[in-house]
């Protein structure tokens, strides 16, 4: 890139637009060049990955005003992509409390609602009145807090009594006292809760801030949507990733280092691989077979496809409603039946287009031979054979491997295709066995 | 289900759990026993589909106060759900300002910056004093608004002059005017924008709500960043199952008809399917030298596998890099150059092992005859061309769908093999047309 030393206003736009595509170089000259009354605005927007990469290049005085800026829980987002030997030293930049609470916080994992959470909300008391309440907000609100949408009621133990809100307050009775105002039926989330259970709450509640509390229902912070909106868009990449049959990237596609995305995919590939080999193996033993009549070898493309394409579309559609929890474990009877009618149907489909075809073909090429008509029957009954099986294997797999503790995600199109490559072709082979012996074969 | 006649506090947990899963009848008889006082919450906290199920199966007198409870922009998303026939009845039960709020909403697509935005935010002028605007706050918040957290600061003509919050008024000297502590530089979207784009505004500017402005600055309402984390989950849905080689569903899997299910499932399913019949003519071009070397033939499902799962991780790369504007069409350049280099790596690792299985077999079992050399020279070569091939055509597969203005999400898995597995056997039967002729071709 070629960049003016001073950035204009339509420049910065544009590097925001850019800024995913930049290596981390380009981004640390590039942010050196944003003007200075921008600069801020520009840092506290980036993703903690960003962050971290221009900490790291900017000279030691620097870092510690840049360190500064950022809330607890955005510090300790930063301070996970810093590697730990270099950890303690960014850490040593933060004034004396948000050291204290950026280690707090550090020690939860970075996908739980402790990962998440900030500790700075404002809290009131419950027999404050509704004057005295507003009052002591505007006092809380000259230190920085993350939100002024919800206010939290705590008792002096900092247990969680209730919740209440400026616009509340704002209409309520000044004379009041909190806790008639305040509503007592809270939704929180515990330290631990997963992000991907506390974004599903999010969207169950329509809220915009989650109080996070500890065992005993003392409160250690809130997580706020802004950062469940990045949580959504993680776990859809990762998804996403792993349904191309992959290991998902732990940074955006042009950040990552080729040879750790040569691992991240190799690994996987071999992996398939391995597993398709076994057609070769499926393959040798009908060879006999294949030998007697070629013409059997020409619809194997055809055949292992079509059950691989019917079963990535059974396990896309299943493994996205669990994902959103349309889908439970124990819905699994009621998936297979639906999905054992939808199969059947589909092979059907695929069968009629496919006999449509060596029909038309034969007449127009004679392709096929004598026994035409005998391969057209092989290849429509294997199909809503492979077709059925493949969509019923599909749409079970998410079910199995969720249920033996792993990411029904995992169930990818190759996945799935590699699965019901092998059966597919002694479905299609035991149809022809049984179809052609006399003549054919 | 069984259920009690009114719900307990457990059992409406329970109920927002299965919720997703219920058919619509479910739906609407587990809503009635909710008890009075959560109903309100619950049916608020619903998503439009549900809102509108409820509310067409209610008797014509209740709909009134449901309708009333809504949102203008969460009751124009109701009505954009509800037929068109019956539309005009449903709209008629809101009060007359509501209605033209209403009506105005259901003129824009459901898509746009306008057809989310809500007519509700709190306003000031830029000539008030803080204390002026906190009071004239406290006294719009009495009727109901989307969000407090940003405060508008707009001309007699509605115009957006600039944007402040309730913290920032709460710190500044309250005799200050407005317009000397307000954000003169102000994100805004306007009415025709698009979801997607939007989603990409929130995150990149970390905003809680987006002003929505028309051509000439004047300000139509807000977008608040609790309707984008569904847009976000809602884009994410629709890009898994285009992925999993399908037209997106209109509704979650389990309310979505099994005819209108089989309707997007099959079309995408024999258009595939027709793609790949072009295997089983590849196929017979090469039928003379499956006749004569039959182990050829064994593997075939290997070689075209590898390519179309090689090809599915770098489409599904691209297409989420793309969807999260990490990846321009510009940029088509270097994800060739990195795409090269990946899928020749990635061919070679899929070739050793290949190879060391047709050896290791050949020891064991004697499987590949005399020429078994060859045979892996064969299979090695034609794993590394069609794997890095796959990669090539999958990584640029995506740009070429957006430049022709089709969504890059369609170049899913099995779309993806389809392509390569023709190219596949192309590659391969030329490959050993080169190695095994003189020997066994």
Redesign the interface.
Known sequence: MNLPAVLDDESVKDL??RW??LSPDERVDAFARVPREEAFDFF??LMPLGQSQILQALPPKERLVWMRTLAPDDAADVLQEIGEEERGEFLALLDEPTRREVSALLAYAEDDAGGLMSPRFVRVRPDMTVDEAIRY??RQ??SP?E???YVYVLDHDQKLLGVT???EL??AHPDAPVHTVMEKDVVSAREEMDQEEM?RL???????ALPVVDGENRMKGIVT??D???V??EE??E???K????NA?DA???QTS?VS??RK??G???V???G??L??SA??VY?KE??RA??L??????I???G???G??A???????MA?????LR?WF?IIR?EL??GF??GI??AS??VV?ILLWQQLFH?YGEHYRLVAATVALSLVGVVTWGTLSGSMLPFVLRRLGFDPASA???FV??LV?VSG?VIYFNMAAFVLSGTLL
Chains 1, 2 share one sequence.
């Open positions: 925001r637009e995913p595509a506290l927007s907000l505007r609100t000259r807090v939100t002024l949408y809100s400026v616009r704002f209409t974004a999010f969207a169950a509640y329509d809220l915009l949507i802004d469940i909106v990045d959504v868009q859809a990449t998804d996403v990733q349904f191309g049959g992959m990237l955006p596609y042009l080729f995305m040569i995919r190799g996987w590939l071999s398939l691989f391995l398709e080999m057609t070769a393959m040798g060879e294949i030998a070629v013409v070898a020409l619809f194997v493309p055809l292992i496809s079509s691989g394409n019917s990535s579309q396990s896309t559609l299943v493994i996205r409603a959103l929890g349309e889908v439970k819905d009621r639906r009618a939808a149907t589909l489909i695929l287009i496919g075809r392709t990818s199109a190759p295709a590699t490559d072709l």
